[in-house]
């Protein structure tokens, strides 16, 4: 069973621009969460999606946003990029019980370069 | 609101030796609490939790309600153990929230 795969794996934006980034969940996994990893802040929560709905929301600004198709793929945009927003992002997938988000399953992530 | 500390950024141990890794964490309701650990180059993957009651790779948490704790313990440390380790808890239906996480590093 193939598991989630984030694209791209790398990218360099500069401060003002946008970016967006792409989840594939496992095949089955209805759920699917972000997080923002840094070295200072360890892995903060953004958001998790389930079944096309936003279930979930972290702390985060509204230039951060996602989204959740019909076949579990997951996207999240960062708008007008800040230096601050340079980090790794995570997504992962689970099979959501209904209360428990169970197990995630982790990507490599996207790691994003502000300049 | 639902929180959890590790107070140890980073934790040494030589080979052979008990280590434990501490997790508390703040949350009015009965939680479900976690252990994820990323080793060198790979992803990051569930190692516990504790409703599973489990021991995996020697190593287990046990949930402390009274102390709001869920340490990770592990009476003989090998060198391959040498990883981070998230500890994460859910509290009812909300977002699972990750501490910052702890260094180990298992020595020769």
């Known amino acids: 069973k193939a598991g989630v795969t984030q694209t791209p794996r790398y990218l360099i934006k500069t401060r003002g621009q946008q970016v967006t980034l792409s989840c594939s969940p496992i095949?089955?996994?209805?759920?699917v969460s972000w997080y923002q990893q840094t070295p200072g802040q360890g892995l903060q929560f953004l958001f998790e999606y389930f079944s096309e709905t936003q279930r979930n929301k972290g702390n985060f600004p509204g230039r951060f946003s996602g989204r959740q198709f019909s076949n579990s793929r997951s996207e999240m945009n960062v708008s007008t990029l800040e230096l601050g927003d340079s980090a790794l992002y995570l997504c992962?997938?689970?099979?959501?019980?209904?209360?428990?988000?169970?197990?995630?399953?982790f990507g490599e992530g996207s790691r994003l370069t502000v300049l | 609101a639902q929180r959890v500390t590790q107070p140890e950024k980073l934790l040494s141990v030589f080979k052979g030796a008990p280590v434990e890794l501490k997790c508390n964490y703040s949350?009015?309701?009965?939680?479900?609490l976690f252990w994820y650990v990323q080793y060198s180059r790979q992803r990051l993957q569930l190692l516990l939790r504790?409703?599973s009651r489990e021991s995996i790779k020697g190593f287990t948490a046990d949930l402390n309600k009274g102390e709001t704790s869920f340490h990770l313990k592990k009476p003989f440390a090998q060198e391959e153990d040498s990883a981070m380790y998230y500890c994460a808890l859910q509290g009812g239906s909300e977002k699972l929230v990750f501490g910052k996480g702890t260094k180990l590093t298992v020595n020769p």
């Open positions: 504790h409703i």
């Open positions: 949350y009015s309701g009965s939680p479900e």
């Open positions: 992962a997938s689970s099979l959501f019980s209904g209360t428990s988000v169970g197990e995630l399953f």
């Open positions: 095949s089955g996994h209805r759920s």
